[in-house]
Structure formats: structure tokens, C-alpha cells
């Protein structure tokens, strides 16, 4: 039992060890964020989804994948196994809080969009509506001017008729 235990102990440290180590790896090269161009070279792995780096760590395993940089990341990933790979593919993607942080600046922003482009179309329509009602009212003030002048002619013809009769 005491055996199993160092054991057991043993390869928890060591699967630490690999996977830290690998992690180190990685920042020495693509910087303490993935924020870099290995070597000016590669992609900034921090822009990455977590299923393109897991792509690429077990291409470059495998040798399916890479350019220039196959042969040193080869050796960077030959001993991760696949659970190693998707640990460190999640480390530098980010978790899922920042996915969801992405998602929901993405909602805000379509939202924002979506209430300025309504307010656009309101102010247009009150736009319009005021360069309609302006129109409406200019009628309106010419008929009854002109409804006005046509009583006042009458009214005016009426009179003269009736002086003339006098």
C-alpha cells in the first residue's frame, strides 16, 4: 500500500512536471500571454481557438502539421499525450468564462448597433414627418388664404353691387 502511494505520488508529480514544463515551453517562445510570433514566424497563438491548437500540437506530433517551425515543435510535443494537449490547448485559449466574456461583448454590441440603427430610422421618420407636416401646413395656409381672398372678393363684389344700387 505505502508503495503504491509513492507511486501514485510519483507519477502526479512527474505528469505536473511534463505539463508545466511544456507550458514553460510555449511561453519561452510565443511570450508569457502567447501574445507572440515564435520566432517571428508562427501564428500568435493566443488568437487561436483552442481546437486550432489542439490541431496543430497533435499535427506537429504527428508531422502532419507545420511549416518552417515543424521540426522544434515536434520536439516540444513529442511525450504530451492527448490530455496534455488539451490542457495546454485550453490554458492558452482562455476558459470558458473568457468565451462567454467574448459572447456576451459580442450580444452588446449587436445590440448596440441595433439601437442605433433604430434611432437612425426614428430620427429619419421624425425627419420626414416634420418635412411632411410643414408641406401639409403650407397647403393648408394657402387654401385658406386663397378661401379668404375668394370671400373677401365676394364680400367686397357684394358690397360694390349694393352701392351701385343705392
Do not use: P
Not at 10 to 15: N, Q, Y
Not at 19 to 42: D, L
Not at 123 to 148: F, H, S
Amino acid at each position: 500500500m505505502k508503495k503504491t502511494m509513492i507511486t501514485l505520488a510519483a507519477l502526479t508529480v512527474a505528469g505536473t512536471s511534463v505539463f508545466a514544463a511544456s507550458t514553460a515551453a510555449c511561453k519561452g517562445c510565443h511570450g508569457q500571454n502567447f501574445e507572440k510570433k515564435a520566432m517571428n514566424v508562427s501564428k500568435i497563438v493566443k488568437e487561436m481557438s483552442k481546437a486550432d491548437i489542439v490541431t496543430a500540437l497533435k499535427g506537429y506530433k504527428d508531422g502532419s502539421y507545420g511549416g518552417n517551425m515543424k521540426g522544434i515543435m515536434a520536439g516540444q510535443v513529442k511525450a504530451l499525450d492527448d490530455a496534455a494537449i488539451e490542457a495546454i490547448a485550453t490554458e492558452i485559449a482562455g476558459d470558458e468564462k473568457k468565451a462567454d466574456a467574448a459572447s456576451t461583448a459580442v450580444d452588446a454590441a449587436k445590440e448596440k448597433a441595433s439601437a442605433s440603427m433604430t434611432d437612425a430610422v426614428v430620427d429619419a421618420a421624425k425627419a420626414k414627418a416634420t418635412e411632411v407636416a410643414t408641406e401639409v401646413a403650407k397647403e393648408a395656409a394657402n387654401t385658406a388664404i386663397d378661401t379668404a381672398k375668394a370671400k373677401a372678393t365676394e364680400s367686397a363684389t357684394g358690397a360694390a353691387a349694393k352701392m351701385m344700387m343705392k
